[in-house]
Antibody
Framework: EVQLVESGGGLIQPGGSLRLSCAAS????????MSWVRQAPGKGLEWVSV???????YYADSVKGRFTISRDNSKNTLYLQMNSLRAEDTAVYYC???????????????WGQGTLVTVSS | IQLTQSPSSLSASVGDRVTITCRAS??????LAWYQQKPGKAPKLLIY???TLQSGVPSRFSGSGSGTDFTLTISSLQPEDFATYYC??????????FGGGTKVEIK
């Protein structure tokens, strides 16, 4: 069974750092394009970052230079290192597996349950 | 690319036909997806490439449109369809954006 389980969320002060993890089972993280998507409380969805199977990474402007996406192939786990956190980073963070349909990737077909990050003093 | 969904919320009864629209700030061909999200749960892909039903999704869901204007239609609303629906554009992949969401509530 394909499953994604996020962890690592919590309460953190502004300016602090946190690393989120997303443990995968039923498929190989390194063979897939994997994304992070976040959702502020009561708000809509915001794409955060993607890592390609080849290792290329991309970020939303709102997190560029502060967040880093990575993976550990031996643990089949995706990560999001979040530095210089701000109040506006408060959200539920989901990891998601992308799939390719027709001539585009970016369709998010498998999601974790999410982990809540709260940035507050 | 910005996506504007309308309405932001609607009330409907079981059995109603429901239509949600998504307008892109520039042409995105058919690079559009629709997701359903229930409270406390992760989103679920319903439709990709603007009009193709994801495997396992009931046929009462349909999508249409291309360019800048898109619609998601639920032909006969069922109790399990009360949720929030989001459109997503992939034209600027890997930079993905979502619409603001449409909450479908019980009348």
């Amino acid at each position: 069974e394909v499953q994604l389980v996020e962890s690592g969320g919590g309460l953190i002060q502004p300016g602090g750092s946190l690393r989120l993890s997303c443990a995968a089972s039923g498929f190989t993280v390194s063979s897939n394009y994997m994304s992070w998507v976040r959702q502020a409380p009561g708000k809509g969805l915001e794409w955060v970052s993607v890592i390609y199977s080849g290792g290329s990474t991309y970020y939303a402007d709102s997190v560029k230079g502060r967040f880093t996406i990575s993976r550990d192939n031996s643990k089949n786990t995706l990560y999001l290192q979040m530095n210089s956190l701000r109040a506006e980073d408060t959200a539920v963070y989901y990891c998601a597996r992308e799939t390719y349909y027709y001539d585009s990737s970016g369709y998010l077909v498998g999601w974790g349950q999410g982990t809540l990050v709260t940035v507050s003093s | 690319i910005q996506l504007t969904q309308s309405p932001s919320s609607l009330s409907a009864s079981v059995g109603d036909r429901v239509t949600i629209t998504c307008r892109a700030s520039q042409g995105i061909s058919s690079y559009l997806a629709w997701y359903q999200q229930k409270p406390g749960k992760a989103p679920k892909l319903l439709i990709y490439a603007a009009s193709t039903l994801q495997s396992g999704v009931p046929s009462r869901f349909s999508g249409s449109g291309s360019g800048t204007d898109f619609t998601l239609t639920i032909s006969s609303l069922q109790p399990e369809d009360f949720a929030t629906y989001y459109c997503q554009q992939l034209n600027s992949y890997p930079l993905l954006t979502f619409g603001g969401g449409t909450k479908v509530e019980i009348k």
